[in-house]
């Protein structure tokens, strides 16, 4: 398959944007693709999330590819890994500036966490009319639901390219990135981790023929999850 590019982006800070890449990146590579994550936010939360993760698992362990990189930089990078790797997941600084624009040009999908709040909703609109002027599929992602949340269908009402799936405001997603990990390595049956699959499931469904899904994942049945280091 042609290697696709996400970039989750959005220019308000605190969506959770680095939370939705490490869960992407992790639940993708459990479905027997090859993924690389790229870190081009100046604040290095996903860089610290990795860091932590190599020290669990042992280094080239982790599962993914990993590159921090300026944002002017990222469509070498992109174009470095494309030999090896099914999927890329970029982590965008929270901005519509330069860096963030470039890492939205490389994308086959944007996806724009969002939690329900109005100031959120306003940020987005920023980046989602500049993936339309690009001419790349969007997905509004609803992030941080609190649960019975009025709020939260009120916003989705007004969104747009809003995903099927929600995240909910879950402590697994906090605690396992603590870890180095995702909910889906910590708790596979948990809510949360529930909700990462059902998101993934839907990535799938936009970027991949039915007929290349089953064939990448025949071919990544045999490769192995990462096994936690023996020091950890």
Same mark, same amino acid.
């Given at each position: 398959m042609d290697m696709k590019v996400i970039t989750i982006a959005q220019q308000k800070g605190g969506a959770g944007k680095t939370?939705?890449?490490?869960?992407?990146?992790?639940?993708?590579?459990? +479905?027997?693709r090859r993924v690389a994550v790229i870190d081009i936010d100046p604040q290095g939360s996903l860089s610290c999330w990795h860091g932590i993760r190599q020290e669990r698992f042992g280094e080239g362990y982790t599962g993914l590819t990993f590159a921090a990189?300026?944002?002017? =930089?990222?469509?070498?990078?992109?174009?470095?890994? +494309?030999?090896?790797? @099914?999927?890329?997941i970029i982590d965008s600084p929270p901005h519509i500036e330069t860096e963030a624009r470039a890492a939205i040009r490389v994308a086959d999908l944007i996806l724009i966490p969002?939690?329900?709040?109005?100031? @959120?909703?306003?940020?987005? +609109?920023?980046?989602? @009319?500049?993936? +339309?002027?690009?001419?790349?599929?969007? =997905?509004?992602?609803?992030?941080?639901?609190?649960?019975?949340?009025?709020?939260?269908?009120?916003?989705?009402q007004q969104l747009p390219q809003l995903a099927d799936t929600m995240l909910g405001n879950r402590v697994l997603f906090a605690s396992a990135l603590m870890e180095g990990r995702s909910a889906t390595e910590l708790d596979p049956a948990s809510p949360a981790a529930l909700e990462v699959k059902s998101l993934v499931k839907e990535i799938l469904a936009m970027l991949e023929p039915p007929e290349e899904e089953e064939a990448t994942e025949e071919k990544g049945k045999a490769a192995k999850s990462p096994k936690e280091h023996a020091t950890a």
């Open positions: 939370t939705v890449a490490a869960h992407v990146a992790v639940a993708l590579s459990q +479905k027997g990189v300026t944002g002017w =930089r990222v469509a070498g990078e992109v174009a470095r890994l +494309k030999r090896n790797h @099914d999927y890329v969002v939690q329900p709040s109005p100031t @959120d909703l306003w940020a987005s +609109k920023a980046t989602i @009319d500049l993936a +339309k002027a690009e001419n790349i599929p969007v =997905r509004v992602l609803l992030n941080r639901v609190p649960a019975h949340s009025k709020l939260a269908a009120a916003v989705a």
